[in-house]
């Protein structure tokens, strides 16, 4: 981290434009994790290119630049304290042209939700649950900042206080915190979300533990600080499995040391780079 606040006293505008580089990919995937039929070459067409083709979803066009937005004006605020009116104005412009009649306001009366077995919290207490939840982050200082963020993602999709919406909502609150904190953005990936990421949720449900989040996002932070201190110093970067053949290295435990992250390595476009004069 020391390395990371080094680089960034003299960096901030590279690592502006290397975090809006990446909001395609973190677009894709915090939708593709709610079953968006868009690919990652779908999703930059739409964002980078504004081409919209004949057979995309309209409402999975909406979502992507929906997303992509508030992503990208959370960059240049970052200080803001979570709130509630916060979290409400980042759901309506998610829902905007999407759902007018449900966005920017919590759930109430007998709008109830299901998640896989778990149902949300009743409906006339969500408020009063989200400003309770809120409160508990901003107040707790001496908790692991990690932890702190993992039991508010954790209970915030317990509460699940929207109609539509949460899965992408406490995404984006994810990096609106680490930013607030001064760290970078991180990208939760679509890929392996069935056995590493939807069974942390019922684990918490079942044991009141928040610790696997923790755990997650820790290697997900990892990995973020490592691009970026790697494509603000590296003369070339190259792929992991590049890499591996230049060194005589097995790829595969390369690609697992990568994934644990104990080598700098990073993702972009889902391949592994690295600096090629990484030395372990």
């Known amino acids: 981290m020391r390395g990371y606040q080094k680089l960034k006293k003299n960096h901030e505008s590279a690592l502006i ?26 999703t930059e067409e739409i964002l980078i290119y504004n081409q919209i083709k004949r057979d995309y ?14 992503t990208e004006q959370l960059l240049h605020i970052p200080n803001q304290k979570l709130s509630i009116d ?10 905007t042209g999407i759902d007018d009649k449900i966005s920017g306001r919590f759930r109430n009366w007998k709008e109830r939700v299901k998640i896989w077995a778990h149902i949300g919290a009743n409906p006339a207490f969500v408020h009063e649950l989200m400003n309770k939840l809120i409160t508990t982050y901003n107040k707790q200082k001496d908790i692991y900042f990690l932890d702190n963020i993992a039991y508010f993602h954790a209970e915030f ?6 109609c539509d ?4 909502i406490w995404r984006v609150l994810i990096n609106q915190q680490l930013m607030k904190l001064g760290y970078p ?4 990936p679509n890929k392996n979300k069935k056995s590493d990421y939807y069974p ?9 533990k928040y610790d696997n989040f923790t ?14 201190i790697t494509q603000l110093t590296a003369k070339k970067i190259i792929t992991v499995n590049q890499r591996a053949k230049n060194n005589q290295k097995n790829i595969n435990s390369s690609l697992n040391k990568a994934k644990r992250q104990t080598i700098a390595a990073f993702r972009m476009r889902e391949k592994w780079m690295i600096d090629s004069d990484f030395v372990e």
């Open 165 to 168: 919406g949460n899965g992408r």
């Open 200 to 208: 942390l949720f019922d684990i918490y449900i079942k044991r009141n």
């Open 17 to 42: 434009e290397i975090a809006v580089a990446e909001i395609p990919e973190i677009v894709y995937n915090s939708n593709a994790i709610e079953n968006s039929a868009l690919t990652l070459k779908d």
């Open 185 to 188: 953005p991180i990208n939760i």
């Open 57 to 70: 979803n309209l409402r999975e066009v909406y979502e992507a630049k929906n997303l992509a937005y508030i």
């Open 86 to 95: 916060l979290i409400l104005s980042l759901h309506k412009t998610l829902l």
């Open 157 to 162: 999709e317990t509460i699940h206080p929207f």
């Open 215 to 228: 755990e997650l996002f820790a290697v997900l932070l990892i990995e973020s600080l490592h691009k970026r």
